[in-house]
């Protein structure tokens, strides 16, 4: 089910994007005292209106071109009245844009929650923008108001930032941390042009019966930066829900205007481009062998609020939609992909996903056979440079692979040979000129290291001859019956291999973040991106806000024009 299907489900859908626009004194009317301006609250203090429509939980996404449309998006505590944007810059007039609504009753609780989303297109390159985000009966004395630049056009240097699996600071929730709280200011220490959050956001389907408290305390605590650059999310396993849509995604959907990739599942999947590179978001959930979703594990069933009408939900049960696409992300994984082969300006090609096809960690998930098919073989074809993942909550760095060996796998319980497509190493030492060329093979980065509560910085080793090694997963692993009546377990990885592609391993701390420089270099040069991985060592023990470098990655190449 899409966020619009839900609008139309719920009829709630009673805003029109739409731009009129304002002058100064107009913009101080309303940013100042919204309701003076507004004639619904004329006859009325906003303070004694029944419904409070505040904006809260404000970020910022990309629309399909960065360097012309920014999406604001909010929730607020109940249906907000002509929810808008006011959009400056200095020394220039206001326009105020419209939102719409998009609303989604939580499948569980019965508690119905109310967004808003603010296309603000038409922008010019590479500009700050000041903007104010209100409502009629916004309760608030002064409105929120911030800044945000957009991204810029042709070959210039950005930064951006990334990491997954950041949790919430509200240590009541499962799998929550303080940490989340230092991993979001992580990001405005470093100022990038946006941030990548590869996935499981705040796990709320592990809090099954508070989930939009969750999401309501994820988005809280990123506003500080995501309302001041966009975060481009991905989903993750933990984004799925039972009872919220065909593949449990409602929440994560509604919340989050992403761009359009032209199929029947929007918000998904899609790409867009900053300078010289490409950037491509995938819904790994697709693909994977691993059941990884929402699970009642038993003795007792999860049983929904009466209001919601949904059956109880048996113990044994867990929520698997590998292939819901039927191949069509592949598809448009491949047309998007072959897109750029003759596109000079494209010089970087990035991908981020949640699950892992490369990850040796022996306490998290391991690798995913069903990335390894499914899309590996589209990154060697097309030339992905770079490949971000989380899942697991960690840092571990590949060496460039292409190709795969078949066959040299083991069954984790009976050892036999199993085919796991290990990858295939271009390089297995740090290159002499300290930099590595990824025209031949394609780097993987796991980057789980947001601010979960569970870090699995342990990795795995083969005790024969104490090479790396890795879990695989190369079937699913659904619910089987656990230790005691009633209760239901879900089996680890079936298969292991020598991890011949893992680089480097942080066994220090399962917390960081990632910084990438892309300089685009000159016409007939080399154009290259610097990682660096900051990590915060000791948060196992302390909560801490000292990141400190760890690591450092070289990516370069010829560019195409
Ligand atoms: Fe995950």
Redesign the pocket.
Known sequence: MTPQDTEARNGADDTRPGRRSISRRDLFRVAGAAWVASPLAHSSDPRGLVADGTPEQIHLTWGADPSRTVVVSWAAPAQAVNPRVILSQPGSGSTVVHAIQRVYTDGLSGQTVFTYHATLDGLASQSKYHYTVTADNDRQATPFAATFQTAPRGKVPFRWTSYG?LATPVTSWVMSSPQSRHAVDAVERFEPLFHLLN??LCYANLNPMAQPAVWADYGRNVQRSAAYRPWMPCP???EIEFGNGEQGMDSYLTRFSLPDNGTRFPGRWYSFRVGSALFISLAADDVIYQD?GPFVTGPEPLVPARSTGQARIEPGTSFYIRGYSDGAQTRWLAETLAATRHDSTIDWIIVQM?QDALSSSINGNGSDKGIREAWLPLFDQYGVDLVLC??DHDYERSWPVRGCNHHVGRDAATGDAVDTCQPRPVITAEPTAGEFDTRGGTVHLILGCGGTGAPTDTYGKNPANGVPQAKVITRANRPTPGGSPGVFMKLNADAVEDAIWSARRDTLTGYGIAVFDLNPGQPGGRTSITMRYYHSVGVDRSPSSNYELFDTMVLAKQRRD
Request: glycine letters at 30%; a negative charge; proline letters at 0%.
């Open positions: 699996d996935g499981d993750g396993n933990h990884s949640h989380g899942h």
